[in-house]
Antibody
Framework: EVQLVESGGGLVQPGRSLRLSCAASGFKFDDSAMHWVRQAPGKGLEWVSGITWNSGFIDYADSVKGRFTISRDNAKNSLYLQMNSLRAEDTAFYYC????????WGLGTLVTVSS | DIQMTQSPSSLSASVGDSVTITCRASQAIGNFLAWFQQKPGKAPKSLIYKASILQSGVPSKFSGSGSGTDFTLTITSLQPEDFATYYCQQYNTYPLTFGGGTKVELK
């Protein structure tokens, strides 16, 4: 059974940093592209970033480009999102998802950016 | 970026009804379209990929069609557990983009 478990969310002040993690199990992680998608409270879904199986291709939404960095450790079956220079508008649930068609999602972790 | 426009943004229906949601892409995306269901407080769940292929375990009451720029999601015989918000998503081109969502509410 595919499982994705996000962690690392919390309350952070504007301008500070946070690192999210996504632990994967139940599938061949090093064969799969992975993505981060976020959802601000009461709003729709927004793709944040994606990374191919070997980190050979990485892309970001314009809204986070230059501030967020996606990475993965295939030996640890883990996906990461380093978030720097956080803004109030980054407040959202952050989900990791498997494959470009986002076939499987984690339960999400809430990031709140507020002073 | 490819814009995904869903309509309607909300609809009211009764148990047993059938409903259709449309999704239009601002440029052709082939059949690289997925549909998701999201219930309040829960993560989205994948229903359909490649425009018309049901994910494993998704009941056949859900069906998708379309290619190019115009797509539809049809849900037949609505049951209480089907009242939720539905999103389309294109994965033909980065950045991946979602429709604004369609909330299916109980009439």
């Amino acid at each position: 059974e595919v499982q994705l478990v996000e962690s690392g969310g919390g309350l952070v002040q504007p301008g500070r940093s946070l690192r999210l993690s996504c632990a994967a199990s139940g599938f061949k992680f090093d064969d799969s592209a992975m993505h981060w998608v976020r959802q601000a409270p009461g709003k729709g879904l927004e793709w944040v970033s994606g990374i191919t199986w070997n980190s050979g291709f990485i892309d970001y939404a314009d809204s986070v480009k230059g501030r967020f960095t996606i990475s993965r450790d295939n030996a640890k079956n883990s996906l990461y999102l380093q978030m720097n220079s956080l803004r109030a508008e980054d407040t959202a649930f952050y989900y990791c998802a498997k494959d470009v068609d986002l076939a499987y999602w984690g339960l999400g972790t809430l990031v709140t950016v507020s002073s | 970026d490819i814009q995904m426009t869903q309509s309607p943004s909300s609809l009211s229906a009764s148990v047993g009804d059938s409903v259709t949601i449309t999704c239009r892409a601002s440029q052709a995306i082939g059949n690289f379209l997925a549909w998701f269901q999201q219930k309040p407080g829960k993560a989205p769940k994948s229903l359909i990929y490649k425009a018309s292929i049901l994910q494993s375990g998704v009941p056949s009451k859900f069906s998708g069609s379309g290619s190019g720029t115009d797509f539809t999601l049809t849900i037949t015989s609505l049951q209480p557990e089907d009242f939720a918000t539905y999103y389309c998503q294109q994965y033909n081109t980065y950045p991946l983009t979602f429709g604004g969502g369609t909330k299916v509410e109980l009439k």
